[in-house]
């Protein structure tokens, strides 16, 4: 089976990726394992060289995602997996609503009905987030019945983009599921626009010796998850039963909620035990980062997800430390 990834040159598309790989097989459309021969990897820039940790099976794309051509000449086997990635980020739909409303939703659109026009039911598994929730008056816990609320035009994008899953496979042209994420850490590379972005900086700029500007005040609350955990919850969710899902396909991953003082603290104290010396933490708050991120909940109900089998983190100590394993460690 083939198994294309949008957004799939950025930092969760390529995880996604490389634990396929390790596994050599994914659930097929219809329902039984199936070896994975080919992965195509599509972004919006895509490198002419392949990336180190692929093999033949891999190959990369670029292209407009807003191009209906484009994204149907990508889904070109019946027998194929989707897992649809690619987006315009939180701050960056604030700063160019245009371009959040051609990516995010006619994007969105263009992979739901070229998996419809493929023979059978292909399984398509779209990357929501926490900021389809938002708003002055939203409790700081949420389930699976609490009313989709955005307070950003990403977040809007995001509850269309579930809703469109739940109603596509209701009418039986593809069998969708939604993995509704917290704020994902610690992601590699450099800073991005996603209003967000400080979760992740706050760990990896200081752990490689450089500064890093806090955003926010040190009594700040975020949800997050490890992207350990969160790769392999988008393959659980994949490989899931679809009875198991039951009519709302969304999957809260198992979450929770830290305050700044709290991650620092995580931080000096792996930083410690390994023998890092740390790069400064400075705070320049930005009242628009915490008004976005403010608006979001605390705590996402992850019952579903835990029935499923999706991991959750041990700790925040445990995320530090996959990431100076995984990226920190020659």
């Given at each position: 089976?083939?198994?294309?990834?949008?957004?799939?040159?950025?930092?969760?598309?390529?995880?996604?990726?490389?634990?396929?790989?390790?596994?050599?097989?994914?659930?097929?459309?219809?329902?039984?394992?199936?070896?994975?021969?080919?992965?195509?990897?599509?972004?919006?820039?895509?490198?002419?060289?392949?990336?180190?940790?692929?093999?033949?099976?891999?190959?990369?794309?670029?292209?407009?995602?807003?191009?209906?051509?484009?994204?149907?000449?990508?889904?070109?086997?019946?027998?194929?997996?989707?897992?649809?990635?690619?987006?315009?980020?939180?701050?960056?739909?604030?700063?160019?609503?245009?371009?959040?409303?051609?990516?995010?939703?006619?994007?969105?659109?263009?992979?739901?009905?070229?998996?419809?026009?493929?023979?059978?039911?292909?399984?398509?598994?779209?990357?929501?987030?926490?900021a389809v929730f938002g708003g002055p008056d939203l409790a700081k816990e949420v389930d699976d019945m609490t009313?989709?609320?955005?307070?950003?035009?990403?977040?809007?994008?995001?509850?269309?983009?579930?809703?469109?899953?739940?109603?596509?496979?209701?009418?039986?042209?593809?069998?969708?599921?939604?993995?509704?994420?917290?704020?994902?850490?610690?992601?590699?590379?450099?800073?991005?626009?996603?209003?967000?972005?400080?979760?992740?900086?706050?760990?990896?700029?200081?752990?490689?010796?450089?500064?890093?500007?806090?955003?926010?005040?040190?009594?700040?609350?975020?949800?997050?998850?490890?992207?350990?955990?969160?790769?392999?919850?988008?393959?659980?969710?994949?490989?899931?039963?679809?009875?198991?899902?039951?009519?709302?396909?969304?999957?809260?991953?198992?979450?929770?909620?830290?305050?700044?003082?709290?991650?620092?603290?995580?931080?000096?104290?792996?930083?410690?035990?390994?023998?890092?010396?740390?790069?400064?933490?400075?705070?320049?708050?930005?009242?628009?980062?915490?008004?976005?991120?403010?608006?979001?909940?605390?705590?996402?109900?992850?019952?579903?997800?835990?029935?499923?089998?999706?991991?959750?983190?041990?700790?925040?100590?445990?995320?530090?430390?996959?990431?100076?394993?995984?990226?920190?460690?020659?």
């Amino acid at each position: 089976m083939k198994v294309l990834i949008t957004g799939g040159c950025g930092f969760l598309g390529q995880m996604i990726a490389k634990a396929i790989l390790a596994r050599g097989e994914l659930r097929g459309p219809d329902g039984k394992m199936a070896e994975v021969d080919s992965i195509q990897l599509f972004d919006q820039l895509a490198p002419v060289t392949p990336f180190d940790w692929a093999d033949s099976r891999v190959t990369t794309a670029a292209g407009d995602i807003s191009d209906k051509d484009t994204v149907a000449a990508l889904v070109d086997r019946d027998d194929i997996s989707v897992f649809h990635l690619a987006s315009v980020v939180s701050a960056g739909g604030e700063k160019d609503f245009d371009l959040a409303m051609r990516v995010n939703l006619q994007g969105g659109l263009n992979i739901l009905e070229a998996a419809r026009a493929r023979a059978g039911t292909p399984r398509l598994v779209f990357s929501s987030s926490l900021a389809v929730f938002g708003g002055p008056d939203l409790a700081k816990e949420v389930d699976d019945m609490t009313r989709h609320t955005p307070e950003t035009t990403y977040g809007m994008t995001k509850a269309f983009g579930e809703l469109c899953i739940n109603d596509y496979t209701r009418k039986g042209f593809i069998d969708g599921r939604t993995v509704r994420l917290p704020t994902i850490v610690i992601r590699p590379g450099v800073p991005n626009a996603a209003a967000s972005g400080w979760a992740s900086g706050i760990f990896r700029e200081p752990l490689q010796g450089k500064e890093h500007v806090l955003p926010v005040n040190d009594g700040f609350y975020m949800m997050l998850l490890g992207y350990r955990s969160a790769v392999e919850g988008f393959l659980c969710v994949h490989d899931a039963d679809s009875d198991a899902l039951g009519l709302d396909r969304t999957v809260c991953l198992p979450n929770k909620a830290y305050a700044v003082a709290e991650m620092i603290e995580a931080l000096e104290r792996v930083a410690a035990e390994d023998g890092i010396k740390l790069g400064p933490i400075t705070r320049e708050r930005d009242a628009s980062v915490e008004a976005i991120c403010g608006s979001w909940p605390l705590k996402m109900d992850a019952t579903k997800a835990r029935a499923l089998g999706c991991p959750e983190d041990r700790d925040l100590d445990s995320v530090i430390r996959g990431f100076v394993e995984d990226f920190l460690t020659p």
